[in-house]
């Protein structure tokens, strides 16, 4: 069991928007602010999408966006592309003794 | 460009120990955190732990105490990843990542497979 809860899959149609959520504690998504989101494709290594919640790295399209409210951080993907279909982590700094926890993935089908 | 490279797959048998290396390089190797994050097939990630290659300072995850050791030489920009008494679970493949919290790059990963 994950210390992160995301939804298991999403979907969405080419050009339309979806959000993936991460719901986590006080002890991690909702008392600071290193949440960070990764894509994964099938085979392929994890890529940064967004880091500290918001912030997106050089290079990443600006489709993609990243938000928190209270205990739950959100993924927000606009103008879906087929390329976008993969995989999507989100992982928080914690003030347990694990420091870095993961949710348990997203997998995201564009239809 | 900054890139992770990482040493190839392994098979191993129960109570083996497995070391797995990351070379950097494109960037000043001592200047960033490493960490370690595995994956089992058809899994999600788990995040194992973490040094700092200037430091030599470790911290790892509560799951692995005792089990894992994480090393580097500064003189070749490589990082390492020693974990022991292998059992059947340990079967995945095993990234390196750069950064403090947000991993940037990753290593393309090196599959263990602990099999009797």
């Known amino acids: 069991q994950s210390a992160l809860t995301q939804p298991a899959s999403v979907s969405g149609s080419p050009g339309q928007s979806i959000t993936i959520s991460c719901t986590g504690t006080s002890s991690d998504v909702g008392g600071y602010n290193y949440v960070s989101w990764y894509q994964q494709h099938p085979g392929k290594a994890p890529k940064l999408m967004i880091y500290?919640?918001?912030n997106r790295p050089s290079g990443v399209s600006n489709r993609f966006s990243g938000s928190k409210s209270g205990n739950t951080a959100s993924l927000t993907i606009s103008g879906l592309q087929a390329e976008d279909e993969a995989d999507y982590y989100c992982s928080s700094y914690t003030s347990s003794s694990t420091f870095c926890v993961f949710g348990g993935g997203t997998k995201l089908t564009v239809l | 460009q900054v890139q992770l490279v990482q040493s190839g797959a392994e098979v191993k048998k129960p109570g083996a120990s497995v070391k797995v290396s990351c070379k950097a390089s494109g960037y000043t190797f001592t200047s960033y955190d490493i960490n370690w994050v595995r994956q089992a097939t058809g899994q999600g990630l788990e995040w194992m732990g973490w040094?700092?290659?200037?430091?030599?300072?470790?911290g790892y995850a509560q799951k692995f105490q005792g089990r894992v050791t994480m090393t580097r030489n500064t003189s070749i920009s490589t990082a390492y990843m020693e974990l022991s008494s292998l059992r059947s679970e340990d079967t995945a493949v095993y990234y390196c990542?750069?950064?403090?919290?947000?991993?940037?790059?990753w290593g393309q990963g090196t599959l263990v497979t602990v099999s009797s």
């Open positions: 990542a750069r950064g403090a919290l947000r991993f940037d790059p």
């Open positions: 500290d919640v918001s």
């Open positions: 040094m700092n290659p200037n430091s030599g300072n470790t």
